[in-house]
T-cell receptor
Framework: NAGVTQTPKFRILKIGQSMTLQCAQDMNHNYMYWYRQDPGMGLKLIYYSVGAGITDKGEVPNGYNVSRSTTEDFPLRLELAAPSQTSVYFC?????????????FGAGTRLSVL | AQTVTQSQPEMSVQEAETVTLSCTYDTSESDYYLFWYKQPPSRQMILVIRQEAYKQQNATENRFSVNFQKAAKSFSLKISDSQLGDAAMYFCAYRSAISNFGNEKLTFGTGTRLTIIP
C-alpha cells in the first residue's frame, strides 16, 4: 500500500528560485491537504482541496500556490523561494464520510532556502 | 478559531513505566474530534488514537488510552508499559465535526517530545 507519496524527500533552493513539491495518493481520497512544520512547532495548514478543481487557502498560504487537476495529485508550488519557507512540508489526504476523516500523511519534504 | 495547547515540550519515562501527555483545547463547538499523532525520527505522522466528542467513553488502542474531559477541554494520552519504540514527538490535534467546506482541517498543538529511558 503506497498511501500518500511525497517527492522529493529533501531539497535545497536558492532565494528566488521556484519549485513544485509533488504529492500523490492512491486511496481514492477526495480531500487533500498541505501543511508545513517549522522547528519545534506543530503543523500549520497551507492549502487544502476537497476534490478535483476545488482548492482553498489555509492558515499560511502566502508564497504558495496549488492546483488539483486529478483526484490523485495535489502539487504545491513555491514561486519565489524565501528563507522563511525553510520548513518540512507534509501532504495528507482523507476520505470524507468514512472513518471519521482520519488524515493520512506522507513522509514529508524537507526544504531549505539559502 | 480553535486552539490546541500542549504544555509539556519534553517528557521522559523509564521503559515499562506509564506516562501521561497533556493536551488542552479551546473551542465553542460541541461536536468535534480529537486525535493523537506520533511522529518518530522518520518524520512520518502516524495516528495513535482518536476520540469523538459526543462519546463519553474514553478511547483505547492497546497500550494507548485517553482521558477525555469535555467540560474541562482536556484530552490527555496515557501510554502504559512504555517501549523504546514509543520514543517520538506526540501531537494533539482537533478537528471540527461540522461538515462545511474548510472545517475538515486539523489544528495541531506544538508537540511533546517523549524520551524512553532504558
Amino acid at each position: 500500500n503506497a498511501g500518500v507519496t511525497q517527492t522529493p524527500k529533501f531539497r535545497i533552493l536558492k532565494i528566488g528560485q521556484s519549485m513544485t513539491l509533488q504529492c500523490a495518493q492512491d486511496m481514492n481520497h477526495n480531500y487533500m491537504y498541505w501543511y508545513r512544520q517549522d522547528p519545534g512547532m506543530g503543523l500549520k495548514l497551507i492549502y487544502y482541496s476537497v476534490g478535483a478543481g476545488i482548492t482553498d487557502k489555509g492558515e499560511v498560504p502566502n508564497g504558495y500556490n496549488v492546483s488539483r487537476s486529478t483526484t490523485e495529485d495535489f502539487p504545491l508550488r513555491l514561486e519565489l523561494a524565501a528563507p522563511s519557507q525553510t520548513s518540512v512540508y507534509f501532504c495528507a489526504s482523507s476520505y470524507r464520510g468514512l472513518a471519521k476523516n482520519i488524515q493520512y500523511f506522507g513522509a514529508g519534504t524537507r526544504l531549505s532556502v539559502l | 478559531a480553535q486552539t490546541v495547547t500542549q504544555s509539556q515540550p519534553e517528557m521522559s519515562v523509564q521503559e515499562a513505566e506509564t506516562v501521561t501527555l497533556s493536551c488542552t483545547y479551546d473551542t465553542s463547538e460541541s461536536d468535534y474530534y480529537l486525535f493523537w499523532y506520533k511522529q518518530p525520527p522518520s518524520r512520518q505522522m502516524i495516528l495513535v488514537i482518536r476520540q469523538e466528542a459526543y462519546k463519553q467513553q474514553n478511547a483505547t488502542e492497546n497500550r494507548f488510552s485517553v482521558n477525555f474531559q469535555k467540560a474541562a477541554k482536556s484530552f490527555s494520552l496515557k501510554i502504559s508499559d512504555s517501549q523504546l519504540g514509543d520514543a517520538a514527538m506526540y501531537f494533539c490535534a482537533y478537528r471540527s465535526a461540522i461538515s462545511n467546506f474548510g472545517n475538515e482541517k486539523l489544528t495541531f498543538g506544538t508537540g511533546t517530545r517523549l524520551t524512553i529511558i532504558p
